[in-house]
C-alpha cells in the first residue's frame, strides 16, 4: 500500500491558522458606532478594557482557567474569546443584560451563535468554542430553548444568553454600570408610553370610523331613495332644498345622540364634529 506523500506547508507569517501572536485581530466586521445613538459607554468601555486580557490573561482567571489546564490559554483561543466576547456586548440589553434586541412591544429577541459568528468573521466553529469558554468563565450565561412541533419532535430555538454584571466589575465598571442601567430603565419605559400611546390611538380612530359608519347607515336608510337620486334637482327647487336641509339636521341630531350612545366621554365638541364629518361624507 502506497503512503501518501507529504506536503510540506509554508507559514506566511503567524500560524497556520490565520493568527498573529504579535498582532491578534480583536474586531467585527462592522464598526462599533460610539457617542449619540452609538453603543452606551459602559458597553464600549468594557470593551476597550477587555482587551488587557490579550497581554495579561490573569486579568480574567477563570477564563484563562476555562480549559481545565493549568497551562496559560493559547494566544489565538484569547483572541477568538476576546472577539466573541465584542460581538456579544455590542448586542447587550443593559436593562436586563441580555443578549439580543428588544421590542417596542416589550418583547425580546435573542439572538443565535451562528448570527453572533458573522458579526466577528470567524469560522462558526471556533466561535462555539469560544462562547464555551466564556461559559465555563462565569463571564456569560446560556440557557438552551426549545418548542414541541405538532408531530411531536423538538425544534431548537435561540438560546438566551446574557453578561454577568461582574464582568464590568472586573474591570472597576460596577458603578458606571449602576447608574447606566438605572438610565436605560427610564428610556424603556418612556418608549413603551409612546408605544402604547400610539397603539391607543390607532384603536380609537378605528373605532370612532366604525362607528360612525354603523351610525351613519343607520340614519342614512330612512332617506327617500326618490331624494337620494335627484338630489339635483331638489337644490334647484327651493321647496325641496328646503326638505334636504332639514333631512341633514335630523341626521346631525341623530347622529348626535348615537355617538354620544357610543362614546359617552366626548365632550358635545367632539360628537359634533365627528358627526358633521359624518354628513358630509354621506352627501358628497
Excluded at 450565561?141 to 430555538?157: F, T, W
Excluded at 400611546?197 to 384603536?203: D, E, G, Y
Aim: net charge positive; with cysteine.
Amino acid at each position: 500500500m502506497a503512503g501518501r506523500s507529504y506536503t510540506h506547508r509554508i507559514n506566511t507569517g503567524g500560524n497556520f491558522c490565520g493568527h498573529m501572536p504579535e498582532n491578534p485581530r480583536i474586531a467585527l466586521t462592522e464598526p462599533v458606532k460610539q457617542g449619540k445613538g452609538g453603543l452606551p459607554g459602559v458597553i464600549t468601555e468594557a470593551m476597550k478594557r477587555c482587551v488587557d486580557y490579550y497581554s495579561s490573561p490573569c486579568k480574567i482567571p477563570s477564563l484563562n482557567l476555562a480549559n481545565g489546564s493549568n497551562r496559560q490559554q493559547r494566544s489565538e483561543r484569547r483572541e477568538a474569546c476576546l472577539t466573541t466576547l465584542w460581538s456579544i456586548l455590542k448586542f447587550t440589553d443593559l436593562v436586563t443584560l441580555k443578549v439580543g434586541v428588544p421590542t417596542p412591544g416589550g418583547g425580546f429577541v435573542n439572538l443565535t451563535v451562528r448570527y453572533l459568528a458573522r458579526q466577528t468573521g470567524l469560522p462558526l466553529r471556533r466561535i462555539e468554542r469560544a462562547l464555551g469558554d466564556l461559559r465555563r468563565a462565569g463571564i456569560v450565561g446560556i440557557h438552551k430553548r426549545c418548542e414541541q412541533r405538532s408531530d411531536g419532535s423538538y425544534k431548537g430555538l435561540a438560546a438566551i444568553k446574557s453578561v454577568n454584571k461582574l464582568f464590568f466589575a472586573i474591570f472597576g465598571l460596577q458603578m458606571r454600570l449602576k447608574f447606566e442601567r438605572k438610565r436605560a430603565v427610564k428610556r424603556l419605559k418612556q418608549k413603551q408610553r409612546q408605544h402604547a400611546k400610539a397603539s391607543t390611538t390607532k384603536t380609537a380612530t378605528a373605532r370612532r370610523n366604525l362607528t360612525a359608519r354603523a351610525a351613519l347607515g343607520k340614519a342614512g336608510s330612512s332617506i327617500p331613495k326618490q331624494g337620494m337620486y335627484k338630489r339635483n334637482q331638489r337644490r334647484q327647487d327651493d321647496e325641496h332644498s328646503r326638505a334636504f336641509d332639514e333631512e341633514q339636521r335630523r341626521q346631525l341630531q341623530e347622529l348626535l345622540y348615537q355617538f354620544k350612545l357610543a362614546n359617552p366621554s366626548w365632550t358635545a365638541e367632539q360628537c359634533r364634529e365627528a358627526a358633521e364629518k359624518a354628513i358630509e361624507a354621506r352627501w358628497r
